[in-house]
């Protein structure tokens, strides 16, 4: 009936009261993607939309697919700041262990890094990543082709960037 009129509002809360009975986690995913898909599809509304997709991160950090459409919507949006807040806040709860975590930790940098080029934030975060390559193969560091020693380039590059910047302000 609401699709059939177009009341996408309707739809929503409908779908929101679903979502809030629902204890199947199956269920509450599939609802939270319906609500976030109406956001940007129908409802035009893409600040909810994003909204929406990071309730569905929190859910399921692991879907690639997710991450992908919040990163799209915060190049829509110029939201790079929203999505490292997103990220950091999963993090802060869940910690850094886990390969998904991982890899989110190594998203954040990243986007410090390149999007926001907030350098002391990059540098925690890629800092945070040497920790964790160092502790899960300490004799590897040196490897060239490992993580921790790219990891370790990235941070010493942001490190003598900074210092760079500092050197051409005076």
């Known amino acids: 009936v609401y ?6 509002p309707s739809l929503v809360r409908i779908y929101q009261i679903r979502l809030e009975a629902a204890d199947d ?9 319906r609500i976030a898909r109406l956001y940007e599809e129908q409802l035009e509304d893409l600040e909810g ?3 929406w997709y990071a309730r569905v991160f929190r859910e399921e950090p692991g ?8 990163a799209r919507l915060a190049g829509i949006l110029d939201g790079w700041s929203k999505l490292a807040d ?10 850094i262990e886990g390969a998904v975590n991982t890899e989110v ?4 940098a990243g986007i410090y890094h390149t999007r926001l080029e907030d350098i002391d934030r990059a540098k925690g975060a890629y800092e945070r990543l040497l920790d964790i390559s160092e502790l899960l193969a300490p004799s590897r560091v040196e490897d060239p082709d490992h993580v921790g020693t790219v990891v370790h380039r990235h941070v010493r590059a942001m490190v003598d ?8 302000v005076s």
């Open 63 to 70: 879907d690639r697919a997710i991450r992908d459409q919040l």
């Open 25 to 33: 986690h199956r269920l509450r995913l599939s609802l939270t993607k």
């Open 105 to 108: 930790l190594r998203t954040v």
């Open 86 to 95: 997103v990220y950091e806040a999963y993090l802060s709860d869940e910690g």
């Open 3 to 8: 699709v059939a009129r177009h009341d996408w």
């Open 49 to 51: 939309a994003f909204t």
């Open 161 to 168: 960037r900074r210092l760079e910047v500092r050197v051409d």
